[in-house]
Nanobody, 124 residues
Framework: QVQLQESGGGSVQAGGSLRLSCAAS?????MGWFRQVPGKEREGVAA????????YYADSVKGRFTISQDNAKNTLYLQMNSLKPEDTAMYYC????????????????????WGQGTQVTVSH
């Protein structure tokens, strides 16, 4: 059983930065960050394969967001820079014990474990 707990959300002005953290318990092979706004589907933001360290990003965040992991602390991070109002969403940490088949890291259906979410609000 994997348990996840996010932290680090908040409110920031456009152009600012935030870092999200996700403390994990249990063994994982893939971890990711998703975001969701009311009325829309959950969107894959970034993922990391915890074994080899390969990282993946949505086109909308490439060059601005960085996903990383601290294996010693079993913690996942998402450094978000140059934030835009359209980044406003509830952000969720996700994990699974097997890497997504076919490289579909962006699909929420590839992850069996989810955190409660942390709100990120970016104002103009």
């Amino acid at each position: 059983q994997v348990q996840l707990q996010e932290s680090g959300g908040g409110s920031v002005q456009a152009g600012g930065s935030l870092r999200l953290s996700c403390a994990a318990s249990g063994d994982t092979r893939c971890m990711g960050w998703f975001r969701q706004v009311p009325g829309k589907e959950r969107e894959g933001v970034a993922a990391i394969y915890t074994g080899g360290g390969s990282t993946y990003y949505a086109d909308s965040v490439k060059g601005r967001f960085t996903i990383s992991q601290d294996n010693a602390k079993n913690t996942l991070y998402l450094q978000m820079n140059s934030l835009k109002p359209e980044d406003t969403a509830m952000y969720y940490c996700a994990a699974d014990t097997t890497p997504p088949y076919g490289g579909t890291w962006y699909s929420e259906y590839e992850y069996n474990y989810w955190g409660q979410g942390t709100q990120v609000t970016v104002s103009h």
